[in-house]
């Protein structure tokens, strides 16, 4: 790959999640300064990109890959998409609600195309792309930084910053290389993942699917209302702190590939289980004050929820499924997590929130116990029913 395509790949990924980093953790904080959103409507709100993560698959698989080259409709998608982070600002919470679901519907299609597009140009798809994505996380972590440090997080400044580097994305799309739409080979079911059922056939396969979805209620609680939680008790540059989480996420990778085969995928994901728990004991407990250091915890611990859980299930995933429906089985395991699980989740924890608001205020201990004892149901579940040989998954 050539320096300048490299180049060209890494400022795409770098302002590809510079945008949704830009936006998305302080929304719930945004939310409930101007719009004096409840819990609910915070939660229907996240609701929304779940909701576009299930049906983007359709979009790209049955509309992107097969008439149009993929960087001029990244570049469509979000030239349009700015001008929706724009609008967002102008609503009341109904008309908010709307304009994030149209907006997330235009940009989670883009994940998938930049990825295409990277892969595209890559000789050594397995070392060049982790060298690649690492600048999204970087974008990621700027973005969160540069938030805190303008102390914006609660202002709409937030969505022109993302609106700024969409258009800025949306112009660079036209300008990276040429990756033509694929031939017509994708139908309804095979977008969806449904050739992957055939994977439920073995239990702990299905054991693990399901506690995956499970996951992903307890992980809504922290991308809806973590920094919702951090700024209502006073802490400082809140969005700034929280990019430490993607700092964690990126050291904790690099350890995936040399644990996987030795400890075994059922460690792994009861290490990640487990980390869900402690997390918001953590965030239980934790203030500004004395007890700052158990929210750096919680923080902090974001690289094992994630990684050991997430980043393990894909490769575990994969690893079951085998070349002939991997892909399949990729789009099934995202649907149902990012796309069921993150739904129910959205809309429990925006429950949750309003169960335990006291006038202006929240009782977040309540609050964060009920997703740890999620995760907790979880994890039992899991340790009692997951019964996976090493042998199978780490040869």
Same mark, same amino acid.
Not at 182 to 196: F, I, N, Q
Not at 233 to 259: C, D, R, W, Y
Not at 319 to 332: H, S
Not at 335 to 356: C, E, L, P, Q
């Given at each position: 790959? $050539?320096?300048?395509?490299?180049?060209?790949?890494?400022?795409?990924?770098?302002?590809?999640?510079?945008?949704?980093?830009?936006?998305?953790?302080?929304?719930?904080?945004?939310?409930?300064?101007?719009?004096?959103?409840?819990?609910?409507?915070?939660? !229907?709100?996240?609701?929304?990109?779940?909701?576009?993560?299930?049906?983007?698959?359709?979009?790209?698989?049955?509309?992107?890959?097969?008439?149009?080259?993929?960087?001029?409709?990244?570049?469509?998608?979000?030239?349009?998409?700015?001008?929706?982070?724009?609008?967002?600002?102008?609503?009341?919470?109904?008309?908010?609600?709307?304009?994030?679901?149209?907006?997330?519907?235009?940009?989670?299609?883009?994940?998938?195309?930049?990825?295409?597009?990277?892969?595209?140009?890559?000789?050594?798809?397995?070392?060049?792309?982790?060298?690649?994505?690492?600048?999204?996380?970087?974008?990621?972590?700027?973005?969160?930084?540069?938030?805190?440090?303008?102390?914006?997080? $609660?202002?709409? *400044?937030?969505?022109?910053?993302?609106?700024?580097?969409?258009?800025?994305?949306?112009?660079?799309?036209?300008?990276?290389?040429?990756?033509?739409?694929?031939?017509?080979?994708?139908?309804?079911?095979?977008?969806?993942?449904?050739?992957?059922?055939?994977?439920?056939?073995? &239990?702990?396969?299905?054991?693990?699917?399901?506690?995956?979805?499970?996951?992903?209620?307890?992980?809504?609680?922290?991308?809806?209302?973590?920094?919702?939680?951090?700024?209502?008790?006073?802490?400082?540059?809140?969005?700034?702190?929280? *990019?430490?989480?993607?700092?964690?996420?990126?050291?904790?990778? @690099?350890?995936?590939?040399?644990?996987?085969?030795?400890?075994?995928?059922?460690?792994?994901?009861?290490?990640?289980?487990?980390?869900?728990?402690?997390?918001?004991?953590?965030?239980?407990?934790? %203030?500004?004050?004395?007890?700052?250091?158990?929210?750096? !915890?919680?923080?902090? @611990?974001?690289?094992?929820?994630?990684?050991?859980?997430?980043?393990?299930?894909?490769?575990?995933?994969?690893?079951? !499924?085998?070349?002939?429906?991997? %892909?399949?089985?990729?789009?099934?395991?995202?649907?149902?997590?990012?796309?069921?699980?993150?739904?129910?989740?959205?809309?429990?924890?925006?429950?949750?929130?309003?169960?335990?608001?006291?006038?202006?205020?929240?009782?977040?201990?309540?609050?964060?116990?009920?997703?740890?004892?999620?995760?907790? !149901?979880?994890?039992?579940?899991?340790?009692?029913?997951? &019964?996976? &040989?090493?042998?199978?998954?780490?040869?």
């Amino acid at each position: 790959m $050539k320096t300048k395509t490299g180049s060209l790949l890494a400022s795409m990924m770098f302002l590809e999640y510079f945008i949704w980093g830009a936006w998305y953790v302080t929304m719930g904080t945004y939310m409930t300064e101007h719009l004096h959103a409840s819990g609910m409507e915070i939660g !229907a709100a996240y609701g929304a990109l779940a909701i576009a993560t299930m049906i983007s698959p359709f979009f790209v698989g049955l509309v992107a890959d097969r008439y149009f080259a993929a960087q001029k409709i990244m570049g469509v998608l979000h030239i349009i998409g700015a001008v929706l982070l724009f609008l967002a600002t102008r609503m009341e919470t109904s008309g908010f609600y709307w304009v994030v679901l149209g907006y997330a519907l235009l940009y989670m299609p883009t994940i998938a195309l930049s990825n295409s597009i990277a892969f595209s140009q890559m000789t050594d798809p397995g070392k060049q792309f982790p060298w690649i994505r690492v600048f999204g996380t970087l974008g990621w972590i700027v973005a969160g930084v540069t938030i805190g440090q303008m102390n914006i997080e $609660k202002t709409a *400044t937030t969505f022109y910053l993302a609106a700024s580097c969409s258009v800025l994305l949306g112009l660079l799309s036209f300008v990276l290389p040429n990756t033509p739409p694929k031939a017509a080979t994708t139908d309804a079911s095979s977008a969806l993942g449904s050739e992957a059922f055939v994977l439920f056939k073995d &239990k702990p396969y299905l054991v693990f699917f399901i506690a995956a979805i499970l996951v992903c209620i307890p992980l809504s609680f922290y991308y809806g209302f973590a920094n919702t939680f951090l700024n209502e008790i006073h802490v400082a540059n809140a969005a700034s702190k929280m *990019t430490l989480g993607q700092v964690s996420e990126a050291a904790f990778i @690099l350890a995936i590939p040399f644990l996987f085969n030795r400890i075994g995928v059922k460690k792994m994901l009861l290490m990640g289980m487990t980390a869900w728990i402690l997390r918001y004991l953590f965030f239980a407990y934790g %203030n500004a004050e004395s007890n700052n250091w158990m929210l750096y !915890a919680g923080i902090l @611990l974001h690289g094992i929820c994630y990684d050991f859980f997430f980043v393990t299930g894909y490769m575990y995933t994969e690893k079951k !499924a085998g070349d002939k429906i991997k %892909n399949a089985a990729q789009g099934l395991f995202t649907f149902a997590t990012y796309g069921v699980g993150m739904f129910i989740g959205a809309r429990y924890s925006g429950f949750t929130v309003d169960k335990y608001k006291i006038g202006t205020e929240h009782n977040w201990q309540s609050i964060w116990f009920t997703p740890a004892y999620i995760a907790l !149901a979880a994890l039992i579940y899991f340790m009692l029913f997951f &019964k996976e &040989k090493k042998t199978q998954i780490s040869n």
